[in-house]
């Protein structure tokens, strides 16, 4: 029976000691949420289409051409409209929109929150080409 004690303290001692080295190399790192100012204008030619030639349309992923989104200066409006992607009665259900924000998206990561608050408000003002 000592002999089974003795075990037990070794498994319970290196239990305890995964476990104490697990807590402490445990790191929390506070990060600071980024700062997103909602314009109270917002221009689709002026504040949404670079936001496509930035982070959509220079990769060559949704240039001109592209059959499943043309996210050019030349094209956007009328494909955005074509494809579905803008809705008007619920903005923040707009394809657009929801491929920018949802988690495990093909494309989450590639827009700053507030390039996503931009183009949620100018949904929310009507999308109109201006």
């Not at 949404?48 to 499943?68: E, L, M």
């Not at 050019?72 to 494809?83: G, M």
Request: hydrophobic residues 40%; negative net charge; charged residues 20%.
């Amino acid at each position: 029976m000592p002999q089974n004690l003795s075990k037990q303290k070794i498994i319970l001692s290196l239990f305890a000691g995964f476990v104490f080295m697990f807590m402490i190399s445990c790191q929390y790192e506070f990060i600071v949420p980024e700062e997103v100012i909602i314009p109270e204008t917002v221009s689709f030619s002026e504040d949404v289409i670079p936001i496509f030639n930035a982070k959509c349309n220079g990769s060559g992923c949704h240039a001109s051409g592209f059959p499943i989104l043309d996210l050019s200066p030349a094209n956007a409006y009328d494909d955005l409209f074509r494809k579905n992607q803008i809705n008007l009665d619920t903005p923040e259900e707009s394809p657009l929109y929801v491929k920018l924000v949802e988690s495990g998206s093909t494309h989450q990561g590639r827009s700053t929150a507030q390039e996503q608050a931009t183009i949620l408000e100018w949904i929310n003002k009507g999308a109109q080409n201006n």
